[in-house]
């Protein structure tokens, strides 16, 4: 294996320096003068701005949050000349569907941390275990350790591709892909770009879809329906048209 495309195992470990450092900068951050009366209206208030900088500044425990997110195994490793970040955790059942969950902007890998557990041992938290996982949780080009980034052009597709190379990398040829949010476009986008290997797509909280629920003149209205979509149909402005035949958003005959 090239070095280019080598899987290095990570572990996150910030320098006391540079915590002590960010402590210190917030104690002498310059407060400006706020607008009376404007509320939220004019900004964030200041009032809202100076408590939450307080509590990073003096409350927040980044160790214990560190140690939490190194309970999982993690790696690294270059594509497209991108360092990626990804969770790599496998199930204890060998019959385990590999499953490549992305997250949202703005967002980060810890929305996972809870997940990942019932995922790839439902047994253990009550489910079946037919319904295990083996998780690849990356982070976005740019977020948490997948940086910095170097150049423009990392748009959705970009990242899908990536994404592509990264499970081809870690041996999956037959997987599941779910995000939400940004993590939602990315992950349609994955199931056009490697249709040969994608069985299914799931998304939750996509860009400009239905609200639960619509405000009317009479009061509450009921929610939008939802139409199952296709990610391998359509062009590549992220829309797609009906697919009655797909399911969980989607699986195609």
């Known amino acids: 294996m090239t070095a280019y495309a080598a899987i290095r195992p990570h572990r996150i470990d910030i320098p ?8 210190g900068r917030l104690a002498r951050t310059r407060w400006p003068s706020g607008l009376p009366g404007a509320g ?20 927040y425990d980044w160790r214990v949050q560190e140690a939490r997110l190194n309970e999982f195994p993690q790696f690294t490793t270059t594509i497209d000349g991108q360092n990626v970040h990804f969770l790599h955790v496998r199930s204890p059942e060998p019959d385990a569907l590999p499953l490549i969950i992305t997250h949202g902007w703005p967002g980060s890998i810890v929305e996972f941390v809870d997940l990942i557990g ?6 253990r938290h009550g489910g079946d275990p037919a319904d295990a996982f083996h998780v690849v949780a990356p982070s976005l080009p740019g977020f948490g350790f997948s940086g910095p980034v170097h150049e423009a052009g990392w748009d959705t597709r ?39 290997h994608v069985i299914g797509v799931h998304v939750n909280n996509r860009p400009g879809s239905p609200r639960p629920a619509r405000r009317g003149r009479a009061g509450i209205l009921p929610p939008a329906p939802l139409t199952p979509y296709c990610p391998h149909q ?15 958003a989607v699986r195609c005959s």
Request: with cysteine; net charge negative; glycine share 14%.
């Open 234 to 248: 359509g062009g590549t402005n992220g829309r797609f048209p009906p697919a009655a035949n797909c399911w969980a």
């Open 118 to 123: 019932p995922l790839t041992d439902p047994a």
């Open 16 to 23: 006391q320096a540079d915590l002590d450092d960010l402590r």
């Open 40 to 59: 939220g209206e004019a900004g964030v208030p200041l009032e809202y701005l100076k408590e939450l900088a307080e509590y990073w500044r003096s409350d």
């Open 158 to 196: 970009r990242v899908a591709r990536a994404w592509a190379g990264l499970m081809s990398r870690l041996g999956y040829t037959r997987y599941g892909a779910q995000g939400g949010d940004t993590g939602s476009i990315v992950s349609s986008e994955l199931g056009r770009i490697d249709q040969g």
